[in-house]
T-cell receptor
Framework: KAGVTQTPRYLIKTRGQQVTLSCSPI?????VSWYQQTPGQGLQFLFE???????NKGNFPGRFSGRQFSNSRSEMNVSTLELGDSALYLC?????????????FGEGSRLTVL | SQQGEEDPQALSIQEGENATMNCSYK?????LQWYRQNSGRGLVHLIL?????REKHSGRLRVTLDTSKKSSSLLITASRAADTASYFC???????????FGTGTRLQVTL
């Protein structure tokens, strides 16, 4: 079974631009979560999608948004990039439903904002 | 903050020794999970312990949970150089797939 796939793996943007990151979950997984990892703030929950609906949301500004498609693939978008948005963005999938079990993570998309 | 606090922040041991990491938290949990992360890469799930469990084993890993003290520990026995990584505890408070991660312990295992 293929794992969680994130694209692109690395990208460089400048302040004010926007970025879209993509995540393909493990086949059969309906829940996709996004996390931001920075040296200063650690791993922080962004949002979770289940069956195309946002089920949970972390404490991030509205510049951070996401969506999920009918095939469970998910995208997250960050608009008006700031230097502080430089981070490793991790996507994780799980079976969802009332699942409170393990998450399966992708390798991440490393975003650098100049 | 609901974030788990881990200690030590960094740990350096020799191959063959045991490594113990601790996680303390402040909220009620549904379960507590441990993940491993190799430098700058994705996280790998190691073990999950439910709030009504006290101890779990998986290979060279042993996890304990004390809900009265709101703390957990991860023991890696007979460490190998390949165990070098960052280890995170993650709290599930019952909200679907949302996890609150600890601050992490960087483990260095030298030959």
């Amino acid at each position: 079974k293929a794992g969680v796939t994130q694209t692109p793996r690395y990208l460089i943007k400048t302040r004010g631009q926007q970025v879209t990151l993509s995540c393909s979950p493990i086949s059969g997984h309906r829940s996709v979560s996004w996390y931001q990892q920075t040296p200063g703030q650690g791993l922080q929950f962004l949002f979770e999608y289940f069956s195309e609906t946002q089920r949970n949301k972390g404490n991030f500004p509205g510049r951070f948004s996401g969506r999920q498609f009918s095939n469970s693939r998910s995208e997250m978008n960050v608009s008006t990039l700031e230097l502080g948005d430089s981070a490793l963005y991790l996507c994780a999938s799980s079976l969802g439903q009332a699942n409170t079990g393990e998450l399966f993570f992708g390798e991440g998309s490393r975003l650098t904002v100049l | 903050s609901q974030q788990g606090e881990e200690d030590p922040q960094a740990l350096s041991i020799q191959e063959g020794e045991n490594a113990t990491m601790n996680c303390s938290y402040k909220t009620s949990i549904n379960n507590l999970q441990w993940y491993r992360q190799n430098s700058g890469r994705g996280l790998v799930h190691l073990i999950l312990i439910r709030s009504n469990e006290r101890e779990k084993h998986s290979g060279r890993l042993r996890v304990t949970l004390d809900t009265s003290k709101k703390s957990s520990s991860l023991l890696i026995t007979a460490s190998r150089a390949a165990d070098t990584a960052s280890y995170f505890c993650a709290l599930n408070t019952g909200t679907a797939s949302k996890l609150t991660f600890g601050t992490g312990t960087r483990l260095q295992v030298t030959l």
